[in-house]
């Protein structure tokens, strides 16, 4: 009969297992919150009805999840709290900075992220003093792949990290953004050339902040103005990346 010792690699590894399939159910819920239902998930994340309904049931259970009287899923107050202490002091220590590239971009849209799961999350936003802007709501998520800000966090990860990552993507579509996320690397800088909204460019910088926080800063723009602009906000960019905000 084997011992407790043994058997403690399997218990482990069915635990990581856990694990992972909540952060990605919790990622698919943040992606979409208040729209997915019971079904929806488990179809996302392959899991057969009953796996997919322990999961979800425990996630609710502990606060991590809610669910509506119509059975759709957003996220729990707990991890909310969690979130929006964490947000808020990224958010403090960077506003400083952000406020310093919407005034050298002459009053476009600064976005402040943080990598959360494949998503970035919105933390904080100075918005464009045009009247046509791009505006992206504080506490949404927006995919790596087709975001600025994404690509830049993408190219300031491990090697090991960003192609976990990439390689969930198709195969074409993986080969595309790790030949864009080696230009990134090069470069210093991630452009979305109305990729994720048509008519909306922008340009992007990440790197690993307070808390080992992978975090970036964003300027999106209609993008005739972009491309007018578009040398003036990469060198704001560039001047915030060398601000103290990341060391702290």
Same mark, same amino acid.
């Given at each position: ?70 059975? $759709? ?18 958010? &403090? ?6 406020? $310093? ?50 690509? &830049? &966090? ?24 790790? &030949? ?26 990440? $790197? ?29 960019? $560039? ?10």
């Amino acid at each position: 009969m084997p011992s407790s010792g043994e058997n403690f690699p399997a218990a482990r590894d069915e635990g990581i297992q856990v694990l992972r399939r909540a952060a990605a159910a919790l990622d698919e819920i943040a992606a979409e919150p208040g729209r997915l239902r019971l079904v929806d998930l488990g179809e996302r994340l392959g899991l057969a009805k009953s796996t997919a309904r322990r999961l979800l049931v425990g996630l609710v259970e502990v606060g991590l999840a809610s669910v509506d009287s119509q059975g $759709r899923f957003s996220l729990g107050d707990r991890l909310l709290g969690y979130g929006n202490s964490d947000g808020a002091h990224i958010a &403090a220590i960077f506003r400083p900075t952000i406020e $310093r590239v919407a005034r050298a971009t002459e009053g476009e849209t600064v976005d402040l992220s943080v990598l959360r799961g494949q998503r970035m999350w919105f933390v904080d936003q100075i918005e464009s003093s045009h009247r046509l802007r791009a505006v992206s709501a504080v506490g949404v998520r927006f995919p790596l792949e087709s975001t600025a800000n994404g690509k &830049a &966090a993408l190219a300031a990860l491990e090697d090991a990290e960003a192609e976990a990552a990439i390689s969930r993507l198709g195969s074409k579509a993986a080969d595309r953004l790790r &030949a864009e996320v080696a230009e990134i690397r090069r470069t210093g800088i991630a452009f979305d050339r109305d990729q994720h909204t048509p008519g909306i460019s922008a340009a992007a910088i990440a $790197r690993r902040a307070v808390g080992d926080n992978m975090v970036a800063i964003s300027v999106p723009a209609p993008t005739e103005r972009f491309l007018e602009k578009e040398q003036r906000i990469v060198a704001a960019l $560039r001047a915030a990346a060398e601000s103290p905000a990341w060391a702290r």
